[in-house]
C-alpha cells in the first residue's frame, strides 16, 4: 500500500467535495464520483458549483490529485476506501430517505476489498442493518463540518470519530490512519454509538438554540438583555459560549432534519422523545414571532413594503435549504406584505423559493422605500451600511426587526430607528437612546 492511501469520494456534494479536496491537501490521491454528469464536467475543468470558503482555491490547488468522474468503477478501482457523502434527505414522515445510500451499498456489491467510510448522517442502525447484506468493509465516520467554516474544520477538528464492528477492525485502523496528520482525538468506538454521536451532538446544539431564544422571548418580558445573559452563562465552562446566541431560530440543512430524525427514531423505537418535540416547536415559533414583532409597529401588513435582510440560512454560504428567510417570505406574502430580499451569495438559488418576493442587486435597494427591514442572515456587510444617513433617508419608516442582534442597535435607536432585537426589551433600547442623547 503506497504512503498515503487513495481514497474515493462517493458525492461530490457539500460534504464530499469537502472531504475529497482536504484528503487531497494531505497528500492523498482522490476519485471523486458523482452521478451528474454536468458537475463532474464542471469540477474537472476547476470550477466549484458551491460557495464554501477556502474550498476553490484547495481544488485548484489540487487538481492533479483530485480526480472526478460518474464512473463508480473508476473510483473502485482507484481506491479501497470510499467515503460515502451523498445526501439523505428527510422524507416526509421525518425519517431519512436512504435511497442513495441504498444504491451505493448495491453497486459495491460483494467487493471484500473495499469499504465503505459513512460520512452521511444516517439513522442509528443503518450501519447495522448493512451488514446484513455486507459482513465486512463498513465504517462510521460522521462529520461535524459547519457551513461556512468546513475547510478550517476538516483540518482542525475538535473529534474524529470512527465506529467500527470490533477494535481490531482493519477497514477502522485505515481510517484512524487517514486522520493522523491532523493530531486531533480520535474516538473509536462501535457504529451505532459513532451513528448516534452525530445525530446527539446535533440535537444538543440545536436544544442549546432553542434553550437561549425561549430564554431571550422571556427576557423581553421581563426587561433582561439575552445577550447579557448568555454571557453570563457561556463562562461557566460546563455551559460555554457557543451556540448561544438567540435569533429567529435554526435552519440549514442539518439541524431541522437530524432533530426530527432523532426524534422521528426514537419513536419508531416506542420512546417518546418530548424534549425534541419542544426543541423542533420552540424553532417554528420563533420565525413566527418575526411577524407579531411587525406588526407591532405597522399593524396590518397588507401592501406594507419589508425589506427581507439575508437569504442564506447561515453567513458565508450559498445554501437556502431550511433557511428562514424562505419561511418568513412566505409568511409575510400571505399576510399581505410585499416582500424584497437581499443576499449577496444566495439570492440566486432562492430565486424559485421566494414566491412573488423582487430579488434586488443590493440591500439598499431592497430598503430603498421600505416600511421595514429584518435582517435574518448577519453577513457582515448589512453592518456597514450607513444606516443614520442614507438608510434612514431611503426607507419609508425606520423599521429594523434585528433578527440576529447583529446591528448597532444603540446607534440605530439614536438615528431614529425602532428597533426589536431578540431577547432585549425595547425599554432598555430607549434607556440606552436615552443615554446616548445625555452623553452627546
Ligand atoms: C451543523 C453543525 O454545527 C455541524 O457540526 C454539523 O456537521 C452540520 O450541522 C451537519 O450535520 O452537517 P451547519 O448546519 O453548517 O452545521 O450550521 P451551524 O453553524 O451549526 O448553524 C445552524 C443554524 O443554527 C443556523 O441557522 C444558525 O444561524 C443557527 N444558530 C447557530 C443560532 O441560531 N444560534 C447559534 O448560537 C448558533
Redesign the pocket.
Known sequence: MPDREPIGVIGAGW?GLVTAACFAELGHEVHCRDIVPEKVEALRRGDVPIFEPGLADLVERNRERLHFTTDMGEVMSGAELLFCCVDTPPTYSGDADLSRIESVVRELGESHDHAIVMKS?VPVGTGRSIRRRRETGYVAN???????S?VH?FMHPDRVVVGSWDDSDEFGDRVVALYEALEAPIVRTDVASAEMI?LA??AF??T??SF??EIANVSEELGADVTEVARGMGLDERIGT??????????????PK?VSALKQLAGNSGYHFQLLTAVIEVNELQKRRTIGKLQKHLGSLVGKEIALLGVA??PN?D?VRE??SLVLAARLQSEGAHVRVYDPKAAGRARELLGSAQVTASALDALTGADAAVLV??WPEFRELDWAGEVKERMAQPIVVDG?NFLDAELLTAAGFRVEGIGRSSERLSGSQERVARTS
Open positions: 460534504v448522517t460522521p462529520e461535524f463540518l459547519q457551513e461556512g468546513a474544520d452525530k451532538s446535533n446544539l440545536a442549546k438554540i437561549i431564544n457557543q451556540f448561544l446566541r438567540a435569533g429567529i431560530g435554526y435552519g440549514g440543512s442539518c439541524f437530524d440560512f447561515k454560504t445554501d433557511a428562514t442572515t448577519e440576529r
